[in-house]
């Protein structure tokens, strides 16, 4: 018979990641990447995977489901390992779709075992050459991540041995019977050993995946999570669809021309708290991050700040935004779109307080689609599609605000001595007036321009999508939110086009995000839109500029000086470029060369013989 399990997490306490009886490298990974809690979905099947029940969850792209297979087979593998009994054979195979979600799987998989050295994990599919395949095969895996017909055709080939196979993961099921690969799932189910651990995922629970989990799943768990889906009427939902990469220039945007109080940003984990914190910034916003690593008086502290009005925005995860009741907070951003319909509904219940109105702003790529129709389709409520301001709109606003600003500075300040100053200066100069008001002006602006470069729409218009089918499932392949730059638990990674670079100037100069943007554009000739993420470290900043900085630009920068050092920049070389002074704390690079896709090379972490023993 089947257990099913249908929780509200609203009743029961959320477990933490430390409860799930991981491996202690595997937990020491997830929460170097920035996982503050289980998802919803990792904390029902998790436990029972870890004991090595046949589990069935009913779960979505979006949802953390990779994690919830990818880590319980890996606690499995590093006791293994550490008992001696794991060979190079195959030990675990998913079946996945499409070549894409292969592709991230595998990706996935190998950075929840970046602390088990040794372990390998290689992606097969159809549509590309068998050669790197067949030497990745011979030189051995323990993770094999394959769509159905190219593990057939390895199996049979005598390429692929399944003999040893010890967990086997069915991935969003239902879309590969829809593909048409029940037949070739069939047979790879039957042929692989009777005392596999089998889990089965699927969005949705038709006849033919019931079939399956009856006919190959022994005793499963049934794992549904139930969400509570009551939305406050007084809240204006809305979502905008942009690719990952342009959410920072959007929510910029958007702050820019949405009149606003304050505002909430909920990102997924601990380390893009920061990183979005810095760039609002760097862009002239008081923002704060909060996430699970602040401490306690810290974080009273900043939500206080918010609630006087010196903090306008905070960056935070689920957890550090819990309970938080401050009037003030017009906005919700979820600018990391929530791993689950319950949470959608806690973060944006932190605006509408006190009776006011509400606004919640919802980003959603590409590959969200279906997390956006689950959202509609558990709070019963439509989320209005919203578009992009335009550089024309925020330049209005812009303007608007600064004729506001002269206004209220005319009418609120004593400025007779200011006018004498000014009307000495016309006369001792014979400058126009205008001209010396236009010089105050830009002394304001600090070498920033007021106002946006027209062609910086471009660029975020081919990010935004242009027509929005929510019926449209979406490229597959777009999983924005992993890709090369997903590596959320390192430094910063550039936007295409950008690259990082290292300044010579940091926490200990007492430097802050407005001082670099200032020095920047005010020595290089660059405009401040053109200035990415900063991260202030210890003893030197990382910066995101345009690759393409000429000569002379960096000459004039690695002249200019910040608090009275010289910013000496360079393009950044990771941490080993930096004479090894980049610990990890202050988040040194990964290697982000580990395990590229476009090889079809195992993700073999060293060649020499694996040593997995916590030193
Ligand atoms: P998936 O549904 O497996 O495609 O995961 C969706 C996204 O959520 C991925 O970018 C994961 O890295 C991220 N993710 C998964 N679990 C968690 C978690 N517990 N906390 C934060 N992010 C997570």
Sequence with gaps: MTETHATDPAESASPAFADLSLDARVLSTIEKMGYETPSPIQAE???????????????QTGTGKTAAFALPALTHMAADYDAGNLGSVPNTLVLAPTRELAIQVAEAFSSYAAQLEGISVLPIYGGAPYGPQLAGLRRGAN???????????????????????????????????????????DKILAQTPDDKQVALFSATMPKAIRRISEDYLSDPVEVSVKAKTTTSANIRQRFVFIKHHAKPEALVRILETEPHDAAIVFVRTRS????????????????????????????????EGLKAGRIDVLVATDVAARGLD?????????????????????????????????????????????????????????????????????????LERF???????????????YRDLVTSYVAEHNTPAEDVAAALVAMVHDGRPLLLDEQGDDELARAAAQSFDRDDRGPRGDRGDRGPRGNKSGPPSADPGNAIY????????????????????????????QVGSINIYPTFSLVELPESLSPQQLDALSTARVGGRALRIEKDSGPHGDGGGRSKREGGFRDKKRGGFGSDRPFKKKDRKPRWKDS
Aim: charged residues 30%.
């Design 403 to 417: 004729s506001e600003r002269i206004t209220q500075t005319l009418s609120s300040e004593d400025l007779e001595e």
């Design 272 to 303: 893009a708290t920061e990183e979005v914190a810095n760039k609002l910034s760097a862009r002239g916003f008081r923002a704060q991050a909060i996430n699970g690593d602040i401490p306690q008086n810290l974080r009273e502290k900043t939500v």
């Design 502 to 529: 290292k300044i010579a100037v940091g926490k200990k100069d007492g430097v802050n995000p407005g001082h670099i943007v200032g020095a920047i554009t005010g020595e290089a000739n660059l405009r401040g839109n």
């Design 45 to 59: 099947t998790v436990p029972h995977l870890v004991a090595g029940r046949d589990v069935v969850g009913l779960a």
């Design 326 to 398: 401050v009037e003030r907070i017009s906005h919700v951003f979820n600018y990391d779109i929530p791993l689950d319909t319950e949470s959608y509904v806690h973060r944006i219940g932190r605006t509408g307080r006190a009776g006011r109105s509400g606004e919640a702003i919802l980003f959603v790529t590409p590959r969200e689609k279906r997390m956006l129709r689950s959202i509609e389709k558990a709070t019963r409520q439509p989320v209005e599609q919203m578009n992009l301001p335009t550089v024309a709109d925020v330049n209005a606003s812009r």
């Design 143 to 185: 993770v094999i991540v394959g769509t159905p017909g190219r593990v057939i055709d390895h199996m049979s080939k005598g390429s692929l041995d399944l003999s040893e196979i010890k967990h086997l993961i069915l991935d969003e099921a239902d879309e590969m019977l829809r593909m048409g690969f029940a037949e070739e799932v």
